[in-house]
């Protein structure tokens, strides 16, 4: 999918510079033979149409729809334009224009895409021509009707592994998995379960390898109106604070602003009072809901899509919000990684535990251990935190859904990946993965072409069989996991990270949210790290000299090669440029 | 007792935790004046007054903590001694030889502040009365910002320090006060006579002959004022188009003559000129420009294009203005303060202007190497005394066009040719005299430095110095020793060297220059000077890339007063947009918008592969312009990355570099070959990389508590976001969503 020539860090190049042997005229005699195709993947429909381009204007050209993607290729330009686009990425289809449309190109389609964009193609009038093509996009876009062992750490004698929602029978949107405190029987927890939001009891999701604090998650207590208490889920929460030992008031962290928490109560919900809960004390973190953020996002568009905003950009980015509800998002999970770093154990939540909770839980994460900072870690983390406990992926994403005003939807999970994006722009060395790997992540969301981020929850998850099914995001990745590595990174254990949430330092992800701008995305090679890629490449001649002359000088062989890092290591992620 | 309370805050409670408590200061005061009275002074300083018992302190919200000490005033610096700073193995690790952590340059300081009784008031010299505030707030032009409490000071003490600190560094004073003077006076005059060999001058015929040859420069240089025979505002030599005579020199004492700055392989060059006088009768004025005009086109074989700056960039005082409200955006005096700022970071970014102003310099420089290199046009910069945004744009120019520049000896002698030859009223737009009727203070030289800085961040592999060496050269501004910075011209620094001592029949005093950086840093020091990432390149003929692209010639001259940004308020782009429109027609609209009007050259550029050494563009669209970070908040506690930030990128670079050189070496020994050295010079070994911070090599870490910075009222400001706020996350649940 990526074009493996250029080091431009997208995956769906809008418009790709490929092909350039193929001349006018064997594409007019035979078309589309280089439409890229996936094993199972079924050509559908091809039609002559007109791509506005929003930066090149009008061109003319032919799209071919298969059952997963829409590809355009221009035969006007050279080196032909194409737009690969899988139909996953397709948030709305809209037609433009009537029959009796005048002026050019007014007659045609508008696709408002997830990923940043809109496409808009024009058809000529005549005949049914654009019913058909947007019936079938309408049909193969949306066509709604249609794991792993948790790796949890070892069990202690402070907490244990329970099956009790081995059925999804305690609570359908969890793991079958869970790790609670060692205390707690089963029936505790079905008590429990009873009070908290969608049965989602607090549960472990990590433990720090040296003071044994945990961080909890779960979703927020059905106080209600009438302020109910229930002894089961204080005494329980009073166990977790127990367990490690050290801490003397357990720290819940409501994702909400108060606000919002305090108005749950209406529908049912509500926070942990302070005369239930004595030995636990509340923190509101003021994190917005899931439509703030959607609307924000939207504006953010605006902004960049297809003129970015130029005399004011600074006023526009701020009117967006966007980075401030980054800034809040990462504010937080700093706040939890303190906690947990002077021994405290926390308790994290929201409202139902599977957005903020989510994002909060996983930053932490990976703030303070550096395993998640790795390729695999990285992985698990998303599985983990975010598939396994029921990340509403299918509903926030709207996938092969045609409501596109879907107020479920919301990029949740892209504000997560951009604030570890940021994280990897403050730590430029203390991550293994770079920025393509998230933006894969990012446009796989949208793709459809693998399992990993299908359906709400595990247990639809495991009757849909999307395991034997469908193939995982990560094996791709792994499979050709050096396109991923960071050159810069530097293995440092127990080292936890404090990003400065500060809007001095939170950056907008141009290479992300602007890689449809032409003259955006030429700014996009990282200098440093290709000028850094040559010296790699250089080094090694030199080591592969060293060696040569080692082996023809053989009286003194090699006692002091003077190469601290180990450098076979390197060297087998590392493309040479030179 | 102890309770001063929190600077400006309400606060009742003691919020000082010192180290020495009243009653310990007592024992310690005989040791304690005893290192007080040798602070480390340079040759020619001499301390006007001191106040001990001065307590240092760092506003920090939760734990303030002060360090008792002796604060001084020389005629150098505002000085802080304390037992603590003094230790080696906490110093930095980048240190200033001549400056030590708590000096401040009295031509450093930018604003004082006073706190009495909770107030907080700006001191204004020459209004100083008897009475003393109990707090100073000195904010400085490096921007740092120190707190100082008198409160446990001698009342005489205390008064004196007060008023010989305002005396010596807000009060207006003669050019002989300032310490280059007696400086140069006292410091054996041997060292100062050393120069930097590779830097260019530019104050012989040589250099300019030199200069001229290395870019086949089609002009001659003239000797027309040697001894300042006709101007004391032009240098002694300069360089002119052939045709221009010495009478014609002479006769607008150089106003309305073109200076050569630069010439391009096709053979078009770059020229500046000074506005003609405007009582001239206009058929003079306007014969007379028509030969000046004839001679830069050599007889009309080679276009020119007049850009008179003063219709399309911002003039000196907004440029002024809006310095002074960024630069008020980074002297933060609380944790509170910066946690509020952060709110409305952006649009206050937005409202300074700073950042605009940068890029419009930037694309006005793209614009012109656009005629020098598409259309192979002559360009004249014109401005009213040409050495102010004059020498901004023609350095950028060359640093766009010519590699040679983005080498550190080639950047210190493009400052030397356009800046300190050139005749930038260095004295008066730094202001180092206080004299505010007279002067008009500007920093312009600071604009063109963050100019540079953008180009250095968007391709860093193509400049050989670093950012540090860029934010170092922006401190020496303000410090008054060296000659470059000191003078308005090189007339003014030849007299003031001359009449330094009249009487005694010495040699003229020779102050330093600045690129004599030994005099600042020592070799280790000075090695972050140097940019691992630059690209060394054999520079090609240029005569191979000469037939590349032949543009048609474009006119002469283009409206470009219309692109000048409207001065009003609330005349809105789109209005104006459309009047250009209706006024101008489709083809001349197109150089208005002033991204639109180098598209091509842009496209062109990008077309090809990234040479470093070639053609330089800056990227211009709103996300690419960005702050000077390294500068800006080096100081500010609250924005440092514990053991982040670009900076660990570098460092990983240095290593690899170091590596290399090993094995490189390695490899020579071996083969028994002796091959010239790659470029990697020395390598800087500091702490690891975990225990730095963001701001490094300038923030020290010992100065650092480490915790988390949480940000503090975040709550404002998204209250906008109306009903979608109150919603539930999903709707599924509830029905009556509150």
Same mark, same amino acid.
């Given at each position: 999918?990526?074009?493996?020539?250029?080091?431009?860090?997208?995956?769906?190049?809008?418009?790709?510079?490929?092909?350039?042997?193929?001349?006018?005229?064997?594409?007019?005699?035979?078309?589309?033979?280089?439409?890229?195709?996936?094993?199972?993947?079924?050509?559908?429909?091809?039609?002559?149409?007109?791509?506005?381009?929003?930066?090149?204007?009008?061109?003319?050209?032919?799209?071919?729809?298969?059952?997963?993607?829409?590809?355009?290729?221009?035969?006007?330009?050279?080196?032909?334009?194409?737009?690969?686009?899988?139909?996953?990425?397709?948030?709305?289809?809209?037609?433009?224009?009537?029959?009796?449309?005048?002026?050019?190109?007014?007659?045609?389609?508008?696709?408002?895409?997830?990923?940043?964009?809109?496409?808009?193609?024009?058809?000529?009038?005549?005949?049914?021509?654009?019913?058909?093509?947007?019936?079938?996009?309408?049909?193969?876009?949306?066509?709604?009707?249609?794991?792993?062992?948790?790796?949890?750490?070892?069990?202690?004698?402070?907490?244990?592994?329970?099956?009790?929602?081995?059925?999804?029978?305690?609570?359908?949107?969890?793991?079958?998995?869970?790790?609670?405190?060692?205390?707690?029987?089963?029936?505790?927890?079905?008590?429990?379960?009873?009070?908290?939001?969608?049965?989602?009891?607090?549960?472990?999701?990590?433990?720090?390898?040296?003071?044994?604090?945990?961080?909890?998650?779960?979703?927020?207590?059905?106080?209600?109106?009438?302020?109910?208490?229930?002894?089961?889920?204080?005494?329980?929460?009073?166990?977790?604070?127990?367990?490690?030992?050290?801490?003397?008031?357990?720290?819940?962290?409501?994702?909400?602003?108060?606000?919002?928490?305090?108005?749950?109560?209406?529908?049912?919900?509500?926070?942990?009072?302070?005369?239930?809960?004595?030995?636990?004390?509340?923190?509101?973190?003021?994190?917005?809901?899931?439509?703030?953020?959607?609307?924000?996002?939207?504006?953010?568009?605006?902004?960049?899509?297809?003129?970015?905003?130029?005399?004011?950009?600074?006023?526009?980015?701020?009117?967006?919000?966007?980075?401030?509800?980054?800034?809040?998002?990462?504010?937080?999970?700093?706040?939890?990684?303190?906690?947990?770093?002077?021994?405290?154990?926390?308790?994290?939540?929201?409202?139902?535990?599977?957005?903020?909770?989510?994002?909060?839980?996983?930053?932490?994460?990976?703030?303070?251990?550096?395993?998640?900072?790795?390729?695999?870690?990285?992985?698990?983390?998303?599985?983990?935190?975010?598939?396994?406990?029921?990340?509403?992926?299918?509903?926030?994403?709207?996938?092969?859904?045609?409501?596109?005003?879907?107020?479920?939807?919301?990029?949740?999970?892209?504000?997560?990946?951009?604030?570890?994006?940021?994280?990897?722009?403050?730590?430029?060395?203390?991550?293994?993965?770079?920025?393509?790997?998230?933006?894969?992540?990012?446009?796989?969301?949208?793709?459809?072409?693998?399992?990993?981020?299908?359906?709400?929850?595990?247990?639809?998850?495991?009757?849909?069989?999307?395991?034997?099914?469908?193939?995982?995001?990560?094996?791709?990745?792994?499979?050709?996991?050096?396109?991923?590595?960071?050159?810069?990174?530097?293995?440092?254990?127990?080292?936890?990270?404090?990003?400065?949430?500060?809007?001095?330092?939170?950056?907008?992800?141009?290479?992300?949210?602007?890689?449809?701008?032409?003259?955006?995305?030429?700014?996009?090679?990282?200098?440093?790290?290709?000028?850094?890629?040559?010296?790699?490449?250089?080094?090694?001649?030199?080591?592969?000299?060293?060696?040569?002359?080692?082996?023809?000088?053989?009286?003194?062989?090699?006692?002091?090669?003077?190469?601290?890092?180990?450098?076979?290591?390197?060297?087998?992620?590392?493309?040479?440029?030179? | 007792?102890?309770?001063?309370?929190?600077?400006?805050?309400?606060?009742?409670?003691?919020?000082?935790?010192?180290?020495?408590?009243?009653?310990?200061?007592?024992?310690?005061?005989?040791?304690?004046?005893?290192?007080?009275?040798?602070?480390?002074?340079?040759?020619?300083?001499?301390?006007?007054?001191?106040?001990?018992?001065?307590?240092?302190?760092?506003?920090?919200?939760?734990?303030?903590?002060?360090?008792?000490?002796?604060?001084?005033?020389?005629?150098?610096?505002?000085?802080?001694?304390?037992?603590?700073?003094?230790?080696?193995?906490?110093?930095?690790?980048?240190?200033?030889?001549?400056?030590?952590?708590?000096?401040?340059?009295?031509?450093?300081?930018?604003?004082?502040?006073?706190?009495?009784?909770?107030?907080?008031?700006?001191?204004?010299?020459?209004?100083?009365?008897?009475?003393?505030?109990?707090?100073?707030?000195?904010?400085?032009?490096?921007?740092?910002?120190?707190?100082?409490?008198?409160?446990?000071?001698?009342?005489?003490?205390?008064?004196?320090?007060?008023?010989?600190?305002?005396?010596?560094?807000?009060?207006?004073?003669?050019?002989?006060?300032?310490?280059?003077?007696?400086?140069?006076?006292?410091?054996?005059?041997?060292?100062?006579?050393?120069?930097?060999?590779?830097?260019?001058?530019?104050?012989?015929?040589?250099?300019?002959?030199?200069?001229?040859?290395?870019?086949?420069?089609?002009?001659?240089?003239?000797?027309?004022?040697?001894?300042?025979?006709?101007?004391?505002?032009?240098?002694?030599?300069?360089?002119?188009?052939?045709?221009?005579?010495?009478?014609?020199?002479?006769?607008?004492?150089?106003?309305?003559?073109?200076?050569?700055?630069?010439?391009?392989?096709?053979?078009?060059?770059?020229?500046?000129?000074?506005?003609?006088?405007?009582?001239?009768?206009?058929?003079?004025?306007?014969?007379?420009?028509?030969?000046?005009?004839?001679?830069?086109?050599?007889?009309?074989?080679?276009?020119?294009?007049?850009?008179?700056?003063?219709?399309?960039?911002?003039?000196?005082?907004?440029?002024?203005?809006?310095? @002074?409200?960024?630069?008020?955006?980074?002297?933060?005096?609380?944790?509170?303060?910066?946690?509020?700022?952060?709110?409305?970071?952006?649009?206050?970014?937005? @409202?300074?202007?700073?950042?605009?102003?940068?890029?419009?310099?930037?694309?006005?420089?793209?614009?012109?190497?656009?005629?020098?290199?598409?259309?192979?046009?002559?360009?004249?910069?014109?401005?009213?005394?040409?050495?102010?945004?004059?020498?901004?744009?023609?350095?950028?120019?060359?640093?766009?066009?010519?590699?040679?520049?983005?080498?550190?000896?080639?950047?210190?002698?493009?400052?030397?040719?356009?800046?300190?030859?050139?005749?930038?009223?260095?004295?008066?737009?730094? @202001?180092?005299?206080?004299?505010?009727?007279?002067?008009?203070?500007?920093?312009?030289?600071?604009?063109?430095?963050?100019?540079?800085?953008?180009?250095?961040?968007?391709?860093?592999?193509?400049?050989?110095?670093?950012?540090?060496?860029?934010?170092?050269?922006?401190?020496?501004?303000?410090?008054?020793?060296?000659?470059?910075?000191?003078?308005?011209?090189?007339?003014?620094?030849?007299?003031?060297?001359?009449?330094?001592?009249?009487?005694?029949?010495?040699?003229?005093?020779?102050?330093?220059?600045?690129?004599?950086?030994?005099?600042?840093?020592?070799?280790?020091?000075?090695?972050?000077?140097?940019?691992?990432?630059?690209?060394?390149?054999?520079?090609?003929?240029?005569?191979?890339?000469?037939?590349?692209?032949?543009?048609?010639?474009?006119?002469?001259?283009?409206?470009?007063?219309?692109?000048?940004?409207?001065?009003?308020?609330?005349?809105?782009?789109?209005?104006?947009?459309?009047?250009?429109?209706?006024?101008?027609?489709?083809?001349?609209?197109?150089?208005?918008?002033?991204?639109?009007?180098?598209?091509?050259?842009?496209?062109?550029?990008?077309?090809?592969?990234?040479?470093?050494?070639?053609?330089?563009?800056?990227?211009?669209?709103?996300?690419?312009?960005?702050?000077?970070?390294?500068?800006?908040?080096?100081?500010?506690?609250?924005?440092?990355?514990?053991?982040?930030?670009?900076?660990?990128?570098? @460092?990983?670079?240095?290593?690899?570099?170091?590596?290399?050189?090993?094995?490189?070496?390695?490899?020579?020994?071996?083969?028994?070959?002796?091959?010239?050295?790659?470029?990697?010079?020395?390598?800087?070994?500091?702490?690891?990389?975990?225990?730095?911070?963001?701001?490094?090599?300038?923030?020290?870490?010992?100065?650092?508590?480490?915790?988390?910075?949480?940000?503090?009222?975040?709550?404002?400001?998204?209250?906008?976001?109306?009903?979608?706020?109150?919603?539930?996350?999903?709707?599924?649940?509830?029905?009556?969503?509150?």
């Amino acid at each position: 999918m990526a074009s493996a020539s250029t080091p431009a860090y997208n995956s769906n190049n809008l418009e790709n510079n490929s092909s350039k042997n193929a001349s006018r005229e064997s594409l007019r005699m035979e078309p589309l033979v280089d439409v890229p195709q996936l094993p199972g993947e079924e050509r559908i429909t091809d039609k002559d149409i007109i791509y506005i381009c929003p930066f090149n204007g009008a061109v003319k050209g032919k799209v071919s729809i298969t059952n997963y993607r829409l590809f355009f290729k221009s035969f006007e330009v050279d080196p032909a334009m194409t737009l690969d686009v899988p139909l996953g990425v397709i948030s709305r289809i809209e037609k433009m224009g009537g029959a009796s449309s005048r002026g050019e190109n007014s007659y045609g389609l508008d696709i408002t895409c997830k990923d940043m964009r809109n496409l808009r193609f024009a058809l000529k009038q005549e005949g049914h021509s654009r019913r058909d093509i947007f019936e079938l996009l309408f049909r193969y876009a949306f066509p709604l009707s249609h794991s792993l062992v948790s790796p949890f750490g070892l069990p202690n004698n402070k907490w244990r592994i329970t099956f009790v929602n081995e059925q999804y029978e305690l609570c359908d949107t969890y793991p079958t998995v869970l790790m609670v405190p060692f205390k707690a029987t089963d029936e505790d927890l079905r008590k429990v379960s009873a009070f908290r939001s969608r049965n989602r009891i607090p549960v472990v999701s990590w433990i720090h390898p040296v003071n044994q604090a945990v961080i909890m998650r779960c979703s927020q207590p059905l106080v209600g109106m009438s302020g109910k208490r229930n002894k089961d889920d204080e005494r329980y929460l009073d166990t977790i604070r127990e367990a490690n030992g050290q801490t003397a008031k357990l720290t819940i962290y409501d994702a909400r602003p108060n606000v919002n928490a305090v108005a749950n109560k209406a529908t049912g919900g509500g926070y942990e009072g302070e005369d239930a809960y004595q030995n636990a004390e509340l923190v509101f973190l003021d994190i917005h809901n899931i439509h703030v953020m959607r609307e924000s996002l939207k504006k953010l568009k605006d902004i960049v899509y297809p003129q970015v905003e130029e005399t004011h950009w600074l006023s526009s980015l701020e009117s967006t919000h966007w980075l401030e509800h980054i800034k809040l998002v990462l504010a937080g999970a700093i706040q939890v990684a303190d906690k947990l770093s002077s021994g405290n154990s926390v308790v994290v939540h929201c409202s139902d535990g599977w957005d903020r909770t989510a994002q909060l839980t996983s930053l932490s994460m990976l703030m303070l251990d550096s395993y998640y900072r790795t390729m695999t870690g990285f992985q698990v983390l998303v599985q983990k935190e975010w598939i396994s406990f029921g990340h509403k992926f299918s509903s926030r994403i709207g996938h092969g859904d045609k409501n596109h005003a879907d107020a479920d939807r919301s990029p949740i999970f892209v504000q997560f990946i951009d604030c570890v994006w940021q994280m990897t722009k403050q730590f430029p060395t203390a991550f293994e993965f770079n920025e393509l790997f998230l933006m894969t992540i990012l446009d796989n969301l949208y793709s459809c072409r693998f399992g990993t981020f299908l359906y709400n929850c595990e247990s639809v998850r495991d009757s849909m069989e999307v395991k034997e099914k469908t193939v995982s995001l990560w094996s791709m990745i792994n499979s050709e996991n050096g396109k991923y590595i960071n050159p810069f990174y530097t293995k440092e254990s127990s080292r936890v990270l404090y990003p400065v949430a500060s809007m001095r330092h939170l950056e907008l992800w141009v290479s992300y949210y602007i890689r449809w701008n032409p003259r955006i995305r030429q700014q996009q090679q990282n200098p440093v790290e290709q000028r850094y890629m040559e010296m790699l490449a250089l080094r090694d001649q030199y080591l592969k000299k060293l060696e040569e002359l080692q082996i023809s000088d053989s009286p003194h062989i090699a006692n002091n090669s003077n190469s601290p890092a180990s450098p076979t290591q390197l060297v087998h992620h590392v493309q040479t440029p030179l | 007792m102890l309770s001063l309370g929190s600077g400006g805050g309400k606060s009742t409670k003691p919020s000082f935790v010192s180290y020495v408590t009243p009653e310990d200061m007592k024992i310690k005061e005989k040791e304690e004046g005893l290192r007080s009275k040798h602070p480390y002074l340079l040759p020619g300083e001499v301390v006007f007054c001191s106040a001990n018992h001065v307590l240092k302190y760092t506003q920090e919200d939760a734990s303030q903590r002060g360090v008792y000490g002796t604060l001084l005033c020389t005629n150098f610096k505002i000085a802080f001694i304390s037992g603590e700073s003094a230790s080696q193995e906490t110093a930095p690790p980048f240190r200033n030889k001549l400056l030590s952590e708590n000096d401040i340059p009295l031509t450093c300081v930018d604003h004082i502040y006073g706190v009495s009784d909770e107030k907080k008031k700006l001191i204004i010299g020459g209004q100083v009365k008897s009475k003393y505030p109990s707090k100073l707030i000195i904010q400085c032009k490096d921007l740092r910002v120190f707190h100082f409490s008198l409160t446990y000071a001698k009342e005489e003490e205390a008064k004196k320090i007060f008023q010989g600190i305002v005396h010596h560094s807000l009060e207006p004073k003669s050019l002989k006060c300032v310490f280059a003077f007696s400086y140069c006076e006292t410091a054996s005059t041997s060292q100062a006579s050393r120069k930097s060999s590779l830097t260019l001058m530019f104050e012989t015929k040589e250099d300019w002959s030199m200069e001229l040859g290395r870019t086949k420069g089609n002009c001659k240089v003239s000797s027309a004022n040697e001894d300042y025979a006709i101007s004391e505002k032009l240098p002694q030599f300069f360089v002119v188009p052939f045709a221009v005579s010495d009478d014609d020199i002479l006769r607008f004492l150089g106003k309305g003559i073109p200076f050569w700055c630069w010439s391009h392989h096709s053979g078009c060059a770059l020229f500046k000129m000074a506005c003609l006088p405007t009582i001239q009768e206009d058929g003079i004025s306007q014969k007379y420009m028509h030969r000046m005009l004839d001679a830069v086109t050599q007889d009309q074989l080679c276009p020119v294009k007049i850009e008179d700056l003063s219709s399309c960039l911002p003039a000196l005082q907004d440029l002024q203005l809006s310095y @002074n409200k960024f630069k008020q955006l980074f002297l933060i005096d609380s944790t509170t303060e910066f946690w509020v700022s952060d709110m409305k970071w952006f649009s206050s970014l937005e @409202n300074s202007g700073w950042l605009e102003i940068i890029r419009q310099c930037l694309m006005k420089a793209v614009e012109i190497v656009d005629y020098l290199e598409s259309a192979h046009t002559s360009v004249l910069i014109v401005e009213e005394h040409c050495s102010d945004l004059c020498c901004v744009l023609s350095s950028l120019v060359q640093i766009m066009l010519d590699p040679y520049y983005r080498t550190r000896s080639g950047f210190q002698s493009l400052i030397q040719k356009e800046w300190v030859a050139g005749g930038h009223s260095f004295l008066d737009r730094c @202001n180092h005299l206080y004299q505010k009727e007279k002067e008009a203070p500007a920093p312009v030289f600071l604009l063109f430095l963050e100019c540079v800085w953008q180009l250095l961040q968007q391709h860093a592999p193509a400049f050989q110095f670093s950012e540090t060496y860029l934010t170092v050269l922006s401190d020496s501004i303000n410090i008054p020793l060296f000659s470059t910075f000191l003078f308005n011209s090189q007339h003014h620094r030849d007299t003031a060297m001359k009449s330094g001592h009249p009487e005694a029949q010495r040699s003229p005093l020779n102050f330093p220059s600045v690129w004599d950086w030994s005099l600042q840093f020592d070799c280790k020091a000075q090695s972050l000077f140097t940019n691992p990432l630059y690209v060394e390149k054999p520079i090609q003929d240029k005569a191979l890339r000469k037939t590349s692209h032949q543009k048609h010639q474009r006119q002469l001259s283009l409206p470009n007063t219309l692109s000048k940004p409207s001065p009003r308020k609330g005349f809105f782009k789109e209005e104006t947009d459309n009047l250009k429109k209706i006024f101008l027609g489709k083809r001349i609209s197109k150089w208005l918008n002033p991204t639109e009007s180098s598209k091509e050259l842009y496209e062109s550029w990008q077309r090809k592969p990234l040479d470093y050494q070639g053609l330089l563009l800056p990227y211009l669209d709103g996300p690419a312009v960005q702050v000077w970070m390294q500068r800006y908040l080096r100081w500010v506690p609250e924005a440092q990355i514990f053991g982040g930030g670009s900076i660990t990128t570098v @460092n990983r670079v240095l290593e690899l570099a170091s590596e290399i050189q090993d094995l490189q070496k390695e490899v020579e020994r071996r083969s028994c070959r002796m091959n010239s050295s790659i470029a990697w010079k020395q390598v800087y070994s500091g702490p690891p990389l975990s225990a730095r911070l963001s701001s490094f090599p300038f923030t020290a870490t010992h100065a650092w508590s480490f915790k988390p910075a949480i940000p503090s009222s975040i709550r404002q400001g998204l209250g906008s976001v109306s009903s979608l706020a109150d919603k539930e996350d999903d709707d599924s649940q509830g029905s009556g969503v509150l």
